[in-house]
């Protein structure tokens, strides 16, 4: 694993830089440190303060560390109409967590999303980033199982 | 003979399977050519796999299952699961913008230039700048991105600043929490969307040119990556003599970043905050310099009109909106997907005709996300086209259409908007950020089955006052969900608060769920899947406990539970 040094080598010190550079520290490490700020303002030469400005902005950055997998549900209009809100009540309940968090072993995060752009296959998952179309209780939860036995990719 | 396969692999090809479809076909078929292609925008169909045979006659198979028998079916071209696009369809339709959508590999420069690609960027070439911004301008071609602004004149804007650099961006953000559209024209047609860039770029003179796209659309961002390299590559960025730099960029995940000013801050490297306009960012931009922003689709349409004349694209279309719209077609209906239209087609042909909804059960259209407004299906005879949606309270939007069955509640969905308005408001205006939150829980309480008539009225009043004090566009029409569903279904807001009913019976707050003994087979089903164990073993349900999940009605076998009007326990 690169450090955030290194990875922040490989940017021009350009403040239209620093989105990106958050992006590749998340991709790294999984989420956004206290470190992560502070080296990320040092390059950068601005205040820590504005670092985390842009941080809290954008819902893609994570300031906690995200369990092994994350489920992102997507509660966009095609999902919600086709009863995403009932998605989010089953993992929640499977999962004993709420949005935004992560279970007790570290091994899910929930997570919720607006459209994943396959509403055509609403309602939909993600885990990983690979999309689980046509969603109901059943099915849900036998994806859910497959990971937990490490069977899915 | 088989001369090549085809496998759909955009983002709903493979959320249906599609990678398991290539794998398998790929570790079977050993000596025929097997390539990935986009979206073609049947994506109810859903693993589609097309054949292309010696004699050049294409045929599309679909939901295909990465086994045996499927690909015998494909192997030996059988009749079985043709996909057959219905003549209800195929008459409507009007295939442009996305002819090579799913028809060629993304990927593949050479391909798409054997299909006329890069025909219109050398057409342009030898035409002068002036003469291109006047074959858009001449077209009709306005922006698709939701605003509907005249293309051409934007580029006028553009051309005419003098500026050592001058900015062109992609607006490829597809905030509208409904709309692919222009996520499958970047992963099936990258090259299109390129191509309309580079005539945007000779056009203007625009000197650095990126593309925003959303952070949700990690195959978007390959297939442009991709597509980059290889104009690069050939020199396709050098627009006689002067070579133009392109730069993919990633958004983070934030609606707003959609709205011009706020796309410019966000790609400084700031929080995407919009700001008061004038300066406009054809005259004040990225980094100060004249910046012009158009759509994903806006691009694509581009390459089509220098290629076939501003004549031909504007004698389709009605007087005032050209060419073609894409829409993405979700929601209560039969064949969900991508579908292009001629403007002026109206809403209930997409609806009824092309996308096979139930005549008896379809209530409203929302178009137009978060910023657009719900249609009643009495009005369903409108032209689709930027001036008569106006009038009728939605927009155009970038084209999100979701239908709307009788079982769905129409507050509920005016609620889900504002939730997701205020969310995203980036919370530089009062009203905007403060406004959007006092309607949501105003929502909330109605759905809650706790409203009263002053709720709806104070609805009414503060729904103005947001609109007329917001900067941006987020804020301004962040209220149209309520307003219009004010205008179109106010008996269902009463029904909320005065006879404290939802008719769709959605809102859980004022549902409880019934199960009826005479039906019931005594298998336990429900309660052994019930989480909350509300229900005794004597097969009644305590709605005190209930979360209303419904899971017991989907593990029935016998459709015994039924959702009921909260206090009412017949059917
Ligand atoms: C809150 C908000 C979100 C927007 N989101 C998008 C978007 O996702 N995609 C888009 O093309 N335009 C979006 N727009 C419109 C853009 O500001 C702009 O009008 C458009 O990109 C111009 O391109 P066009 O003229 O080709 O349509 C949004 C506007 C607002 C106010
Ligand atoms: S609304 Fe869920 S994928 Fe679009």
């Known amino acids: 694993m690169l450090a955030v040094k290194d990875v922040l080598s490989s940017l021009e010190q350009d403040n239209s830089n620093l989105i990106k550079a958050l992006q590749l520290i998340q991709e790294q490490e999984g989420y956004i440190s206290n470190e992560a700020i502070k080296e990320i303002a040092n390059y950068f030469n601005v205040s820590p303060v504005d670092v985390e400005g842009v941080v ?34 089953w993992i929640e309940e499977e999962l004993g967590i709420k949005e935004g968090e992560t279970d007790k072993d570290g091994f899910f995060s929930l997570e919720v999303v607006a459209c994943l752009g396959c509403c055509s296959l609403a309602p939909v998952v993600s885990i990983d980033g690979k999309v689980y179309g046509n969603l109901d209780r059943k099915k849900l939860l036998k994806i859910i199982k497959q990971y937990r036995n490490g069977g899915a990719k | 003979m088989i001369k090549r396969i085809k496998v759909g692999t955009a983002s709903c090809g493979i959320a249906a399977g599609a990678k398991d479809v290539l794998e398998f076909i790929k570790n079977n078929v050993t000596d025929i050519d097997i390539v990935e292609v986009g979206c073609i925008g049947h994506c109810y169909a859903e693993p589609l796999v097309e054949v292309e045979t010696d004699d050049g006659e294409s045929i599309i198979y679909r939901d295909v299952k990465p086994d045996k028998a499927d690909l015998d079916k494909i192997l030996s071209l059988s009749d079985e699961k043709r996909l057959k696009v219905r003549n209800e369809r195929s008459s409507r339709e009007l295939i442009m913008v996305t002819k090579l959508a799913g028809r060629i ?7 798409y230039k054997k299909n006329g690609g890069y025909e219109a960027l050398a057409k342009a070439l030898s035409m002068s700048p002036k003469d291109v911004v006047d074959e858009i301008k001449k077209s009709g071609l306005r922006g698709r991105g939701g605003g509907g602004f005249p293309t051409g004149l934007k580029w006028e804007f553009l051309s005419a600043k003098e500026s050592e650099r001058k900015i062109m961006i992609c607006n490829a953000d597809e905030g509208d929490p409904g709309a692919f559209m222009d996520r499958s024209l970047m992963e099936s047609v990258p090259h299109q969307v390129l191509e309309g860039m580079l005539i945007g770029a000779y056009a203007t003179g625009a000197t650095d040119l990126f593309i925003y796209v959303r952070a949700e659309y990690p195959l978007a961002v390959r297939n442009l990556g991709i597509a980059l390299e290889q104009i690069k590559n050939e020199g396709l960025n050098n627009l006689n003599g002067r070579v133009v730099d392109i730069k993919i960029k990633e958004g983070a995940g934030a609606f707003v970043c959609g709205e011009e000013t706020a796309m410019i801050a966000s790609l400084e490297g700031k929080r995407g905050n919009p700001r008061y306009r004038p300066p406009f960012p054809t005259d004040k931009g990225y980094k100060g310099y004249p910046t012009a922003i158009n759509n994903v689709e806006t691009f694509g349409n581009v390459p089509l009109i220098i290629k076939g004349g501003a004549d031909r694209y504007a004698s389709i279309g009605t007087e005032h909106s050209k060419g073609t719209k894409l829409f993405a077609l979700a929601g209560d209906l039969k064949y969900p997907g991508l579908v292009e239209v ?36 009495k009005y369903f005879d409108t032209p689709i086209d930027y001036d008569s949606l106006k009038s009728l309270g939605a927009i155009m939007g970038s084209g999100g259409l979701i239908v709307i069955s009788s079982d769905r509640c129409m507050v509920e969905t005016a609620r889900y908007f504002l939730e997701f308005t205020s969310r995203e408001s980036c919370g530089k205006c009062t009203f905007c950020r403060i406004g959007t939150k006092r309607m949501l829980e105003t929502l909330e309480k109605i759905t809650g089955g706790k409203g009263s008539l002053e709720d709806v009225a104070f609805l009414e009043d503060i729904a103005g006052k947001v609109k007329n004090g917001s900067l941006c566009g987020l804020g301004q029409t962040a209220p149209n969900p309520v307003v219009s569903t004010l205008r179109f279904f106010r008996d269902e807001y009463e029904k909320h608060v005065v006879d404290k009913q939802c008719p769709a019976l959605q809102c859980n707050a004022l549902v409880d769920l019934y199960l009826n003994q005479d039906k019931c087979i005594k298998c336990k089903l429900c309660i052994k899947n019930c989480p909350v164990n509300a229900i005794s073993d004597d097969f009644v349900i305590d709605c005190d406990i209930c979360t209303r999940c419904n899971t017991c009605m989907e593990v029935c076998p016998v459709d015994a539970i039924k959702r009921v009007p909260k206090g009412g326990k017949s059917e």
Do not use: W
């Open chain 2, 105 to 111: 590999s993304p990927v593949s420069i050479d391909e």
């Open chain 1, 56 to 89: 809290t902005f954008y819902t893609q950055f994570k300031r906690i560390k995200p369990g092994e997998h994350t489920i992102c549900v997507c509660d966009g209009t095609a999902c919600h109409i086709k009863g995403s809100p009932l998605v989010k009540n």
């Open chain 2, 342 to 377: 001629p403007m002026g087609i109206t809403i209930g042909e997409i609806v009824f005709e092309i996308g096979g909804a139930d005549k008896d059960k379809v209530k409203a259209v929302q178009i137009g996300g978060p910023s657009g407004g719900c249609i009643p299906a």
